[in-house]
């Protein structure tokens, strides 16, 4: 059974500090998503990982993705207040299966 | 439309009810997909399309579940004899086709089975 891991489940942390969230996951894959969600809304996308080494950023957030190590990274740097919400990463596991796979999401607390 | 849209976006029932659940895509997007949110959980995969033809439906909890897109754009995931097990928020993704990057999610419709 395919599962993904997130890292931590609950953060709570002070504007202007830096933090990483991690995303294990138990079976190959070369694609990646990272999903932020706010309270009682939709799931916005962030980022698509298609390649072992890939990184990408926007504003305060880079992404990376080890397909050896099976683990994606999401990094924030310089915390703000605006980026309180809950942060998922996805997988696609192929075989067969079309859905991505959930983990279940780091919410993240920004205090100033 | 500009995004997803799905309706609706609140819906109560009783148990043992039947519901609707629509979802209108991204104009142009031929993948469709439904997922399942309980409260404090990542969202669980139900159901894929392509097009009009249902490709994947392995995550459907069992034959109370059901979905139809039968002209290939607008969805209706329909839900007999619903349970208080069955509440939570239903998404609905769409994407230019399978594994084609984005997916591009709705703002779901709450389900409240009392």
């Known amino acids: 059974e395919l599962k993904v891991e997130q890292n931590p489940l609950f953060l709570s942390m002070q504007e202007g500090k830096n933090y990483t969230i991690y995303c294990n996951y138990s079976?190959?894959?070369?694609?990646l998503y990272w999903y932020r969600q706010d309270p009682g809304k939709s799931l916005e996308s962030l980022f698509v990982?298609?390649?072992?080494?890939a990184v990408k950023q926007e504003g305060r957030l880079m992404a990376s993705l080890d397909t050896k190590a099976r683990l994606s990274t999401l990094h924030i740097t310089a915390a703000v207040h605006d980026l309180s919400a809950t942060y998922f990463c996805?997988?696609?596991?192929?075989?067969?299966?079309?859905?991505?796979?959930f983990g279940k999401g780091t919410h993240l607390i920004i205090q100033p | 439309g500009a995004g997803v849209s799905q309706t609706p976006s609140n819906k109560v029932t009783e148990k043992g009810k039947y519901v609707e659940l629509r979802c209108d895509p991204i104009?142009?997007?031929?993948?469709l997909y439904w997922y399942r949110q309980s409260l404090g959980q990542g969202p669980e995969f139900l159901i894929y399309?392509?097009?009009?033809?249902?490709a994947d439906d392995s995550g459907l909890p069992n034959d109370r579940f059901f979905a139809v897109r039968p002209e290939g754009s607008v969805s209706t995931l329909k839900i007999q004899r619903t349970e208080r097990g069955d509440s939570a928020v239903y998404l609905c993704?769409?994407?230019?086709?399978w594994g084609a990057g984005e997916l591009f999610f709705g703002e779901g419709s709450r389900l409240t089975v009392l």
């Open positions: 993704a769409s994407s230019q086709d």
């Open positions: 104009s142009g997007h031929t993948a």
């Open positions: 399309f392509q097009g009009t033809g249902a």
């Open positions: 079976t190959t894959s070369d694609r």
């Open positions: 990982l298609l390649s072992n080494g």
């Open positions: 996805a997988i696609y596991s192929g075989g067969g299966a079309d859905g991505l796979t």
